[in-house]
């Protein structure tokens, strides 16, 4: 049960939060999907949306996994790709993007506990 739910909030918050409050970023900041040299999509996504869901993805994980350095990794690995210069993305917008992820990630994991918690009290109930 606690895969199912991990799943379920994991895909419904992404098509949520990608349907919405990241195309609104990338249209405020005037980001071009096309920052890649690859502009084939990968699973159905642009990759940048890919990299944008798996990064949730691994954070979110990493919590329910009791895990909280991941996001210590995360910070790490975000600051080892910033070293090539690349003028396609925004400072802002990559600050923002990176702060949201972190925020979506956080999100689901207390989404998780909380209705995990909701499910055991009811099955102890019954």
């Known amino acids: 049960m606690a895969i199912t739910l991990y799943f379920l909030i994991f895909v419904f918050g992404e098509i949520l939060v990608n349907i919405t409050f990241f195309r609104y970023l990338k249209k405020y900041f005037k ?14 996504m642009n990759i940048s949306t890919f990299k944008g869901t798996l990064e ?57 506990k909380l209705l995990l918690s909701i499910a055991i009290d009811l099955l102890e109930f019954n």
């Open 31 to 44: 980001v071009n999907d096309k920052t890649t040299e690859n502009d084939d999509p990968f699973l159905g």
């Open 56 to 112: 949730r993805f691994l954070l979110f994980f990493g919590l329910i996994l009791d895990f909280p350095q991941v996001i210590i990794l995360f910070g790490a690995l975000k600051i080892g790709t910033r070293f090539e210069k690349n003028d396609k993305v925004q400072n802002d917008y990559f600050l923002i993007g990176n702060f949201s992820s972190v925020l979506c990630a956080i999100t689901y994991y207390f989404c998780h």
